[in-house]
């Protein structure tokens, strides 16, 4: 979906154009959002990208679908204790990487801003492409927009900023307004999936796709479903507010 004018980001008369679109459930779907976005709308010469969320939304995920193959340097598991690679970055070091990645929102915990602003301006300077996560908690010390943002909540919005906008902040509030409307949506569809896997007997054939606050199932063939059943039991546990947490990386539970 791409949008002109009018949007939540840009006052009255601005003319940039940014693009959104619905984020979808489990890291399998976003990384195949995550690989499109990446041909569609990053360039080259795109050296500073900013990526903006709440904890949980999927930041981490779009990056390594974005950029296949990048560490991420953020503390995500607790396993990660070397430093961040951009710290040693030398300019005449010719065997320098080429790109990094930095969690502000990490880095916050362990640096002062203008240590971490000092070290992504001098790779970009020199060429080199900084990813950052959290990118509106630094984006004030920096001085300067990134060249491409993302942010993902219940949608995954891509911008080419301007001096216009649109700016951390705007895209911040935006995405945050809308996660809970997202992890609403994917509990739900997790636990319709639950009971048609139980009681019908289907699961990995069905396609899933996503609407606005909701889920679409395709089935593979014409099914006998008591659709207003199904409804009852979902909302049944749902109305118990029964905690869904991660059970590994490709399962949850509640």
Not at 62 to 70: K, T
Not at 191 to 210: A, Y
Request: charged share 20%; aromatic share 12%; glycine share 8%.
């Amino acid at each position: 979906m791409t949008v002109h004018n009018q949007n939540p980001f840009l006052s009255t008369g601005d003319t940039l154009i940014y693009s959104a679109y619905y984020a979808p459930r489990g890291r399998g779907r976003l990384f195949m959002l995550a690989a499109k976005l990446s041909q569609r709308y990053l360039h080259p010469t795109d050296l500073l990208i900013g990526v903006i969320g709440s904890e949980g939304a999927g930041k981490s995920t779009l990056i390594q679908g974005l950029f296949p193959g990048l560490e991420l340097t953020n503390d995500d598991h607790g396993l990660n204790v070397k430093p961040t690679p951009l710290y040693q970055f030398d300019p005449d070091d010719y065997f320098s990487g080429h790109t990094f990645h930095i969690d502000a929102r990490y880095e916050l915990a362990f640096h002062q801003k203008y240590e971490i602003t000092k070290a992504i301006s001098l790779a970009v300077l020199h060429g080199r492409r900084v990813i950052v996560e959290h990118f509106d908690l630094i984006y004030d010390a920096l001085g300067y927009n990134a060249q491409v943002l993302f942010g993902i909540g219940e949608e995954v919005v891509v911008a080419r900023p301007t001096v216009f906008g649109p700016f951390p902040q705007g895209i911040k509030k935006v995405v945050d307004s809308t996660i809970r409307f997202r992890r609403m949506a994917h509990s739900a569809e997790d636990i319709t999936g639950f009971f048609v896997r139980r009681d019908f007997n289907l699961g990995p054939q069905l396609k899933h796709s996503d609407i606005k606050h909701g889920f679409v199932i395709q089935f593979p063939e014409k099914v006998t479903i008591d659709i207003e059943t199904l409804e009852q039991q979902v909302k049944e546990i749902i109305s118990q507010d029964l905690p869904i947490e991660p059970d590994g990386d490709d399962h949850i539970c509640f």
